[in-house]
């Protein structure tokens, strides 16, 4: 009997061992598997690619060629981390290569479905509407700004990357617009009266609201149909005579357009209400017959002086008659400059900045073109 409940106890000695080993091997293996698959994690990070940030897609509405293309050259090669894409529409058919542009980043960056644009017309808007289209083809951008053929940036890119990736909201100069020239009572009742808005076109778009420019089916329509320029006598060959031109709605689509689309869709409150592209409309004392009419002052090789970019610089308001507002310039919460482009600049214009910028005339201290 003593026997047996020694052999007993034996065996359930050796079975307590023989589970502890199992259990001691169990975590062993566990630990071992562990530091295999932290270490393969180590290395796929190690190897993997870094997250890559958003970007702005800048897109150029031009007439053919980028003129202005080395002075955005200067400005793109301050980005050393991919942080933007070009897009250019230009007249059907127009290619930007080694003949057309010096600059790299304009190479084959023109659109393949572009169309003829007139000023004044409907084809300015939907030759936005087609930049956009493609710019949001790649998921990395998120913002989506609208420039002319006549733009230079006023800043490196570094501090516009964070100026405009600062705030949620797209920039759209908008304001109410009181002149019954302007809206057409056949809009209605697609277009109310109350959501009629003008400003410029020059507007920086969130991927949102880049996405519903894109896919409107409605206000654009009715923008073709009754949203046309005044025949003003300049185009009286173009256009036939009109019976009675006081009667007339003077509508340039593209100042009203995106304006009228996000306050049509309840979303003012997501836009901060101006432009970052500076234009001079102030040419009432201009001697030159070209700088007299419809369109803003062009700058020329003797405007462009370090005094003129500062000007532009230390703006810090801007006054919206129509409203009675005065807007102050704000960047992450602090007061900032307003503009961070500007035009119409020619072409010897901007090249004097930019040559005056490679002198040491022209950086941050004394106001100049690229910092």
Known sequence: MKRRSSLQKFHHRWRRKFFALLLFLFCVATFLLME???????LLTFISPPLRKPKIAFLFIARNRIPLDMVWDVFFQGDAENRFSIYVHSRPGFLLNTATT???????RQINDSIQVEWGE??????????????????FNERFLFLSDSCIPLYNFSYTYDYIMSTSTSFVDSFADSKESRYNPRMHPVIHVDNWRKGSQWVILTRKHAAIVVEDETIFPTFQLHCKRKSLPEFWRDRPLPADGSKEHNCIPDEHYVQTLLSQKGLNEEITRRSLTHSSWDISSSRDNERRGWHPATYKFGDATPMLIQ???????????????REWCTS?????????????FTRPAALRLLNMSALGVSGEATGGLIL
Do not use: V, W
């Open 102 to 108: 010096r600059s790299t980043f304009f190479l084959n």
């Open 36 to 42: 295999a698959e932290h270490s393969r994690i180590k």
């Open 122 to 139: 409907a084809s300015m808007i939907q030759a936005e509407r087609i930049l956009l289209q493609h710019a949001l083809m790649d998921p």
């Open 311 to 325: 000007s532009i610089k230390g703006i810090d308001n801007i006054y919206f008659e129509t409203e009675y507002r």
């Open 332 to 344: 992450k919460g602090k007061p900032s400059q307003c503009f961070l482009f500007a035009r119409k």
